[in-house]
């Protein structure tokens, strides 16, 4: 059997840095003579795309234009996988959302990859809280069939060049250090919360069911926003006072919180430096790219209960620690007690494990590693098209 053509159709310049790892991936195996690749969209997203500072002049002209040349609606990239004259289509979302489906590529493509995938699909909605559960479109369960787990690694060099993408790859895979002199990292950008949408309010883009906005504004006595839970988790990190617990938030109000921004190259030697890095979960409980670069560099992430999965199950205890429920749980209904218990077993437990970070740096080059994420979205695609051809 010849190798799979990969072909991608359509690729957003707005969120072009979400999608470096499937590319970069995708480069790798073809690079190793296991896939093609090849770009079939439209000349003005190559064009927007070509330069990471052409998205960012587009920018300083004004949020209008940005919407006029990359739709904030498109949130997939689409594609499709040939295999001799066996063809199946793909979309990958990355929209930060686990309710939210591109129900239009949904219906249209052969599988949909979902990188904020729920852990499970419940007939009574995904839980944002324990009280709180928001609907899914009923298509959603109708076409159930086709959602695949996606993923996010973290961006690149941002952009199609695989060179560039595998220097910066190598600059991170390589910040992993032997001496795990810092426990446990936890570094926030802010602490602010969310302000409920007025009529005033620019609308937000029509895939944007439930946005953050909106949440607040419909839910608001019932849901406790996550940035909002930064600055206690901040606190409790600092009350150990532990020379090697590093916790900080750029931009907060609070000063006994408050610590200075780190640059990307500061922030990748502390992640390499790190034991375990904390995580709380962002927009509408999606997980970040935090997980990535922690992985990367041989780094657990120490994190509130988590509602979405990527293809392969977590290592729990291993990979990922979980401290208990965060997210938009209502603050007088978290379990702080615990969450600090729990951090002080981490604390502990990464004082016995000096070799940990080379357990985690094996599990992300079988299980995440670029050409790994590329390699199952492929797979999943050929097995579509056995499938079809057995039918």
Known sequence: ????????????????????????GLGILQEEGRATLRFEDRWWNKALRSHPKVMAAAWRMGDEFVEFVSPMDAVCLTGRVEAGDKVVSFAMDVADAPF??????????????????PKSFEPDGYPLNRHLRIPYHPEVFRLKHKIRAGM?????????????????????????????????????AHDRG??????????????????????????????????????????????????????RIW????????????????????VGRSACVVNVSGLRRSLPFRFMDAFMCGAAVATDSIGTRWPQPWEI?????????????????????????????????????????????????????????AKYMVDECLREIASKSSE
């Open 1 to 24: 059997m010849s190798k799979p053509a990969v072909v991608i159709t359509s690729m957003p310049p707005r969120t072009q840095s979400y999608f470096d790892w499937l590319l970069t």
């Open 194 to 247: 969310v302000k409920a949408r007025t009529s005033r309010d620019a609308l937000p883009s029509a895939f944007n069911y439930e946005s953050e906005n909106s949440l607040i504004k419909r839910w608001g006595g019932q849901i406790h926003h996550p940035n909002l839970k930064r600055e206690r988790i901040v606190e409790m990190l600092r009350r150990m006072n532990k020379p090697d617990v590093n916790a």
């Open 100 to 117: 939210n489906f591109a129900l239009g590529h949904l219906e249209a493509a052969d599988l949909y990859f979902k990188c904020q995938c």
């Open 317 to 373: 205890g291993t990979e990922v620690f979980e401290i208990g429920d965060l997210g938009y749980e209502l603050d007088e209904e978290v379990d702080w007690k615990a969450v600090s218990k729990r951090f002080h077993e981490i604390y502990e437990w990464a004082a016995k494990n000096g070799e940990h970070y080379k357990v985690v740096q094996d599990l992300y080059r079988k299980k995440w590693a670029p050409q790994v994420y």
């Open 152 to 188: 996010l690694g973290r961006p690149l060099a941002v952009g199609t060049n695989l060179k560039k993408n595998l220097r910066v790859l190598r600059q991170w895979e390589s910040a992993a250090s032997a001496k795990k002199d810092v426990r446990i990292f936890s570094s926030f």
């Open 251 to 270: 931009k907060t109000q609070n000063p006994t919180v408050a610590g200075p921004m780190l640059d990307d190259g500061e922030y990748r030697e502390m």
